[in-house]
């Protein structure tokens, strides 16, 4: 058996199952030059844009899923461990075992699931922040704290302390609690964040 080709930074996936999704990676190393390759990655099959996906992701600083850097440290060893892929993946899978995956936006979620035995646990973009990839402007959040006002079940919410945050959401139980934000620098910033809970 050969082993697969090296450097073209993304596995090579096809249908026949998944043993090739951890073929390639198996045989290379984590590095800048594997990272985004965008020119043809949307008309790839689920299984390979997964697969490069867990690669971006693995490598990428602080998590970020929009604009992916790539995350460097001289004092451990990479995030990626090629050759733990299945057994990482395989741990995901039975953990989402019984857990259904809804492809819906969060207002329309939270519609469909809303019963008095539903606690919902809701944690948007902070407010002011950036890099997420999503837009999510303030009337999302006024929308939130409409739903919440209307809600048969339970809701938590977490979101940054700060003022407009703490005025949409007027009303509700909250509770400040510390966050460290460590992404950006050696010194941890001290900011807050409102924890929210509806009923």
């Known amino acids: 058996m050969s082993a697969p080709a090296v450097g073209s930074g993304v596995p090579d996936v096809s249908p026949q199952g998944t043993a090739t999704l951890f073929a390639a990676p198996a045989w290379s190393c984590p590095g800048r030059a594997n990272g985004p390759h965008p020119t043809a990655a949307g008309h790839w099959p689920d299984r390979a844009r997964a697969a490069r996906f867990y690669y971006l992701q693995k490598q990428a600083f602080g998590g970020k899923v929009a604009e992916?850097?790539?995350?460097?440290?001289?004092?451990?060893a990479p995030r990626l461990n090629l050759l733990r892929m299945e057994e990482e993946l395989s741990l995901a899978h039975?953990?989402?075992?019984?857990?259904?995956?809804?492809?819906?936006?969060?207002?329309?979620?939270?519609?469909?699931y809303?019963?008095?035995?539903?606690?919902?646990?809701?944690?948007?973009?902070?407010?002011g922040t950036e890099g997420y990839g999503v837009d999510f402007g303030l009337e999302h959040y006024e929308k939130l704290a409409g739903m919440g006002?209307?809600?048969?079940?339970?809701?938590?919410i977490s979101v940054n302390d700060i003022p407009q945050m703490r005025a949409v959401f007027q009303g509700f139980e909250m509770e400040s609690v510390p966050i460290r934000y460590s992404l950006n620098s050696n010194q941890p910033t001290q900011r807050r964040e409102l924890i929210i809970t509806v009923k």
């Not at 992916?68 to 451990?76: A, C």
């Not at 809303?114 to 606690?119: A, I």
Request: hydrophobic share 35%.
């Open 149 to 156: 006002r209307d809600l048969a079940g339970r809701m938590i």
């Open 94 to 112: 039975l953990r989402l075992s019984r857990t259904t995956i809804e492809q819906l936006d969060w207002a329309s979620c939270i519609a469909r």
């Open 114 to 127: 809303d019963r008095p035995h539903t606690l919902f646990y809701c944690d948007p973009p902070y407010w």
């Open 68 to 76: 992916h850097t790539f995350g460097v440290t001289t004092t451990t």
